[in-house]
């Protein structure tokens, strides 16, 4: 008697074929579930390896727009970088993918569901707080947390040995020295020969960037155009392109953008070695910074750019899915309200530049800015706000209206120019 | 008689020489003071300048190395960025010229200073922030904000006229449509022809680096030594260079790093567009927020992500000398106390990518994130971790317990399994 | 020939009647403005007064009920409250008043707006930027602030001088050694015998409030029932009682409660020291407080928590009519949508005691909590969550893995334990 | 042949001693350690009771000094509150009593540590994250979340059967129905009858304070003065007493001061309803809020503020021992340098007031903020300021230079008076 239903998000790859092989083993009925977000695969081949190894079932669904216009979006109106540095590419796919598990597993009646996700990660936080949000009562296998499991299948060899006596199809060329996580967004590569913190990157590592070197020669121009801080159209040398994020990553990648190499601070609080390619995530985040400076008031934007902060963190430690985080996006949200207008930018050798912008919603004042012309602007107004805002740095010793001496249209200003120095 | 002495920021261009002769008419005693912070500039010919111009004294110090240690320094520790992009270049200059001359009015016992900056910019305010922090009882004359003076010299031609009249040296070639400020760490463009923030700055307007169509077709590789967060030493393809920054500048604007195109939010709450060039600044930012993630605890760098924040908006408006911005570079430095050791990374037209880091004091624990050696760390603590974490976000709907069912090495944890589903 | 027509915020007494024949004299119309926002006032003996000295249209206007809906309630929403201390009567205040004044003002055809604020204070700013934001084109006319006024009315001497010079009636009482400002929400008493920080306040000072010693020897038990944050209905002893704020405010005034004697840091860098007494406010906060953290997620907490800081800072300063208190009242809003429910309390002798609480969406689980019930809660997590929790700040030396030891139940947890220990 | 040597934090109650039992009847050597932090408690009883229940060596510590120095004071100048109610009183604890704990296990050569705390708290987190901060090797023994102890003791009943069978003695009196933590600081209540949170607590509940309806029937005056935000000396009814934290707590508990009902988040997730009295340190928390706000500067205690929430949190969590905590702890102190001086105030039926306060380094300038004495300060300033800080919030719609219109003393500013309104 079958112990139970699971749904397991399947790669195609070595370790979830042998998980489901494992699953089966252990008594359950297995149902994979393969998510489209635009990484490189073989759905078909994936599909039919699934199929002949027992699975009950075999999803395998196209996330691609869904996962641009529910997670990478907001993602991008909330400037979120992690650490300064990292574009959160593999953190935004989770949420999606594993909302799509959750709902099969609910439509099947799968009380339970499986990943491949490792024990020391932050994927497998990211994968099971969006099944517990969505599904507070599912169970969770997660193999690689799983004694009887892990002490099992201890290195690579131990996995080998299984499939092959299970009949699961061994790949035949070997693993690279590193792991990767892909999608449309980003590639993330970690692990392995990575590990060195000191070892440089091969240079073959990646694989949806050119290498700077290798790029183009000359630039590429191309407009970008918001609406509420996300994308609304796209030109490349002045010619609108069909789509939104895929030509940015396409020519994001030609030129070798986006590009990084750091260590970061897991959630489960180890540092880990992380190198990633976002080309098309690199340039919509520079280009949306710089409309939104255009757009927003100083203030909102210095607001927004600390719940920004906490939106990127929430985002990498899994946490989607949960109070914080769906009021924090509100928020940002409205926050994007008037951050429409047009972006042109070039794109050179690994570098985005930041060309020009214009703004129907522009706060970009150019009469007021100007040095040429005075505009509704009184100089003399700057000499107060500059005197009061040093009467409390110096607490409160002798600033205010000790400056005007000079200023003879300003007789009556005059009087403290005789008063003896106090020193309050 | 004299109404007593100025000591007046000179730079030997038509607008202070103006001021210096302006002054002197209006019955002042003038000392002009000029500070080397690294720009290019002929100080012999400004001394001579203002000499002939009627200078009672005239200062020019170089103020170079104090600049790089007491104010480029802690900045780099503080990773200080204005509004996401601007590496505060200017803003980061002004304190370190004014205190020097306050030093020299209280020295020559002059009551007043006088600047030429506009009444629209930040600079004025972070000049006389700074001098009225230092001498309190200081007259600041800003002839740029006092009506006589700016109601004369309504445009340059004005200038130039009272420069013919009063035997001032008149320029020869033609001004730049657009003003700079230059310092060892960066020039500023903006204003004249940058006002409108849609037109595409000119080619030929950068002077610190060079155009990344034009650099070096092949990567500079270099190494940054790093001890408490400040730059200890620096290597070039392996070879130990003399100095610390100014290798940076050079190596950096060689491979024309540091270009940006922004608009910013001024202190007095106009939005302004400027075009900045930082090349050795941006080398050193990327280095240190590598090492620093390194090496600094993930809580104490969010911490100290903060206060750099914080810093980087009290340095852009003008607060170096107040209570706050010494309290928050006491923290960051306290901060940086482990900040130690060696980055590796090359530049490439435009572009700085780091290719590694080592360090003595590294948190990075090589064996506790390897996805090889399990090392000191039980998989099944993250279970608990995770579904602790879930707890809070599905608001006490059953998670916790209900993961362990299929492990039958805790065969005690299975007790929850037969109680009834409670939507609690 | 009139110079124009000025709406001036009026009181009633000697300052403002002074101005306003001041205005006339100096050539305007003058058209007075009188707010009942709930102070104790004479309001026909202002308007006889006002049409006496000339005014060419006196309007007065209740402005109780908007007072409540659209100022006080958003800052219960957002526990507002400066310096951990002031809950911001006057400053909530100024808005309001200001906003009407400026709707008289553009329906009056007036250009000009006045007040009798001081030049050291805060409200002259948060009159004008009020003003400002509604009214861009709007001239301020701040006679406290022209030196041809404040010169010549140099003490309270001159004030009466004129007065009596001018017909307009002189207070027959003296003037309290204190000034005051009265509203429905609060009284706050500054200036005079106050400004020494260490003498204490004289016990009669207090209008508001009975003093704790003379309050009702038992307490007076209530419930406040909150829908969205905002007060809903008011029940005292039982029984619900007419009105919202004002029942609380005179059940507070009876027990004393509210009262706080500060120093504070004004918008203009000085330190000032003022007394305040806040009777139905106080009660509110405490209130409000207790059913948001019994219905509000705890990170969501948080973070409005920050932006209730930012609140009251903006709120202080006068900047009601900002982009950005705009955009963060619109958040607070948001974050208090699940705060409905009643809260139980007792008031006594100055102090405010929550006793109970209770909601319907109350996030507060007493099963998941009890030490008496398991519920759906395995303890066995709880060592995961504190080992991984113990990894990051120790650095990854051995923690995770050790503690499973003496459970004989998880058999497979022991491998850690054969292990040398290794100091990483 | 024994498992190992255990210390064990020894309460003297039925839980502890069934676990001292316990742990001997599992094999281990156990150690009892017992600190007294200012609980009432029979030390030498529980001494007896610890030898004669077996422990090999039984320690009895007073830590009540290091608990005031090391961890009350930096918590006061902190002004550390947990969501902006609970002052903290048994989190602060926690580490100190950790620490001696692990102190005596290294002395001991003992591997194991152990605790009562259950599976669902604070404590919990707060003893073991002490532990493996001190001690990263130590094997910590939680037995209330070990499923062989928990399941076998699931109620008092269990535990009493217990005692009676191993000659435990039990307790004769029957348990309140809640349970209680107490230390100097404070007294904590919570579980049992107090989990529903709608009840109202009993009269009877409070140990250290009186009622408030009870207390002294006219108030008592205190000065207390602080040397760098710590308490240095306190005087009650102008008479100097000896000690300082002591007399505070007396002083507070005779006039019912510090009791608070709230709801708070634990760090698990869950919400829990606590009962606390504070007495001495909820007048401490006051007073030194008082002195601080005279003594900082604006910004800096702007920044401490939130320096200060976090380490509440951190403190609540149970990270005292932690990179990020030593280092705020580092901050605050740092801040505290300059907040000296003394605070007048009174207690009455449960009420703190604040009545004066002076300090030797105040920023606080009387004569600068004085209504009656311009002092070195010129209203016209503030025209500029309030002007130059409207110009953001209504995006550079004409503002500036419009006010000065009627001063005439001013003729040059009126050049913007013949303009044609535009509205830019």
């Known amino acids: ?59 395998i669904e196209d996330l691609r727009a869904e996962f641009v216009e529910e997670f990478i979006w907001p993602s991008v109106q909330a400037s979120a970088i992690y650490e300064d540095r990292y574009l959160l590419g593999t953190s935004v796919a989770r949420p999606c993918i594993a909302r799509r598990q959750i709902q099969i597993a609910r439509q099947e009646g799968a009380q339970y569901v499986s990943h491949g996700a490792t024990g020391k990660g932050n994927d497998q936080i990211r994968f099971e707080l969006t099944c517990y949000a969505l599904y507070p009562e599912v169970k969770i296998i997660a193999p690689w947390r799983i004694p009887e499991f892990y002490n099992r299948f201890v290195g690579r060899k131990d996995l080998m040995e299984y499939a092959k006596k299970h009949g699961i199809p061994v790949p035949v060329t070997p693993k690279a020295p590193w792991s990767m996580d892909a999608n449309l967004m980003h590639i993330s590569y970690e692990s392995g020969i990575l590990e060195n ?44 392109v069909v789509g939104l994020f895929s030509p940015l990553v396409q020519l994001g990648g030609r ?22 390619e ?25 607001i927004k ?40 930018l070039s794109v ?45 740095p110096i607490g409160g010793r002798r600033v205010s209206g000790s400056a005007r001496v000079l200023c003879s249209v300003h007789p009556n200003c005059k009087w403290t120019d005789s008063q003896q120095e106090t020193n309050l």
């Open 348 to 392: 050179f050798k690994g570098q985005v530049y930041i060309l020009g912008r214009e703004s129907p919603k522009s706060l970009y004042n150019e009469e007021l800015v100007s040095m040429d012309v005075q505009g509704d602007y009184d100089p003399c107004d700057a000499s107060g706000f500059i005197k009061i805002n040093a009467v409390r």
């Open 278 to 302: 976002t080309p098309g995530g690199t340039i919509l985040y520079h280009a949306h910074l710089d409309i939104e400076t255009f757009t927003l008031d100083r203030e909102v934007r210095r």
């Open 1 to 59: 008697m079958s112990k139970g239903t699971v749904v397991l998000a399947y790669s195609g790859g070595l370790d979830t074929s042998c998980i489901l092989v494992w699953l089966k083993e252990e008594g359950y009925d297995v149902i994979t579930f393969l998510a489209n977000i635009g990484q490189e695969e073989d759905f078909d081949a994936a599909k039919k390896k699934a199929e002949s190894l027992g699975a009950k079932k075999v999803f």
């Open 255 to 276: 030129h070798g953008v986006g590009r990084i190499d750091i260590v970061e601070n897991r959630f489960i609080g180890m540092k880990s070695r992380g190198i990633y």
């Open 197 to 240: 913190p000191k070892s440089h990157a091969p240079a073959d590592l990646y694989l949806m960037t050119k290498s700077p070197e290798d790029a183009p020669n000359s630039p590429d121009v191309l407009e970008i155009e918001f609406k509420k801080g996300v994308c609304l159209s796209v030109y490349i040398s002045s010619s609108h």
């Open 305 to 344: 750019q600390g719940l920004g902060v906490k939106f990127a963190e929430m985002l990498y430690n899994g946490f989607w899915y949960s109070p914080e985080c769906e009021f924090v996006r509100h928020c940002i949200d409205k926050s994007q309200e008037s951050v429409d207008g047009k972006v042109q």
